[in-house]
């Protein structure tokens, strides 16, 4: 009896050690930022009149809800998030958005907001090439992309 209650005792603390070893969850999902990148996307905003950026909140909600949609959801074209008037009306804002699009791009699961991106800024290369032909990108892959070249401006 001894043995076991000794045996569970090594493994509970075992356990604990793991626990202990495990990295704690965050609140705020990663973003491919930097602090400084951080710090500087927060000015860029901050100069935005605040009537956008609350315009920006509510309509890319609006947005970001028909990307659920089953037309959507099961397209295999991820352009498929343009066709939607909630799309138009996100993208009628026009430039002034584009820094609180980076920052929803800055985070690895809204990369659908490259769409509006694309759309505001369509002097943004979309595609690469190296030695003449076309590199594949993930869209991932592209929204980080946006992101660093933002930066890189």
Not at 39 to 57: E, G, T, Y
Not at 89 to 104: D, H, M, N
Not at 109 to 123: G, K, T, V
Request: hydrophobic share 50%; net charge positive; glycine share 2%.
């Amino acid at each position: 009896m001894r043995l076991a209650r000794r045996q569970f005792l090594q493994r509970a603390a075992g356990a604990a050690a793991c626990l202990a070893l495990a990295p704690p969850v965050c609140a705020e999902p990663r973003s491919y930022l930097s602090r400084s990148q951080a710090a500087k996307l927060r000015a860029q905003i901050a100069a935005i009149p605040p009537d956008i950026r609350r315009q920006f909140a509510r309509r890319f909600a609006a947005w970001r809800k028909t990307w659920d949609s089953p037309a959507i959801a099961f397209a295999s074209d991820s352009a498929a998030v343009r066709h939607s008037d909630e799309f138009a009306a996100l993208v009628a804002l026009g430039a002034p958005i584009l820094p609180l699009l980076v920052e929803k791009l800055a985070h690895p699961e809204q990369f659908f907001a490259l769409q509006a991106y694309e759309a505001i800024r369509p002097d943004w290369p979309a595609a690469i090439e190296s030695n003449g032909e076309r590199v594949f990108e993930s869209e991932q892959a592209k929204a980080q992309r946006a992101v660093k070249d933002w930066f890189a401006r």
